[in-house]
Nanobody, 126 residues
Framework: QVQLAESGGGSVEVDGSLRLSCTVS?????????MGWFRQAPGKEREAVAH????????YYADSVKGRFTISHDDAKNTAYLQMNSLKSEDSAVYYC??????????????????WGQGTQVTVSS
């Protein structure tokens, strides 16, 4: 079983920065898997934010965060990071870390095959 521990959420003003962390533990293929974040704002559907393959693999970003967010992974620590810069009020949401054997286009596959963190609140105020 895979466990994910998230940290790093909080409150920040517009144009500020935050960094989220997510550490994976348990039984998984340590050499190759995909980690990332989804987010969900009140009254909205959960949406993909950024994902990355371990071992220096490919990364994926939602158009809304490209150029502002950077995802990275420390293989030695089994930890992914999401550096969020130039934050906007519309970035406010609960951010959920997820780890899965691969990247999926379909959210339902992330739900079926992925392991999820508990979520962390990010609030951006003007």
């Amino acid at each position: 079983q895979v466990q994910l521990a998230e940290s790093g959420g909080g409150s920040v003003e517009v144009d500020g920065s935050l960094r989220l962390s997510c550490t994976v533990s348990g039984k998984f293929n340590v050499d190759f898997y995909c980690m990332g974040w989804f987010r969900q704002a009140p009254g909205k559907e959960r949406e993909a934010v950024a994902h990355i393959y371990t071992g220096g693999g490919s990364s994926y970003y939602a158009d809304s965060v490209k150029g502002r967010f950077t995802i990275s992974h420390d293989d030695a620590k089994n930890t992914a990071y999401l550096q969020m810069n130039s934050l906007k009020s519309e970035d406010s949401a609960v951010y959920y870390c997820v780890a899965a054997p691969r990247y999926y286009q379909d959210y339902d596959r992330w739900v079926r095959f992925g392991s999820w963190g508990q979520g962390t609140q990010v609030t951006v105020s003007s």
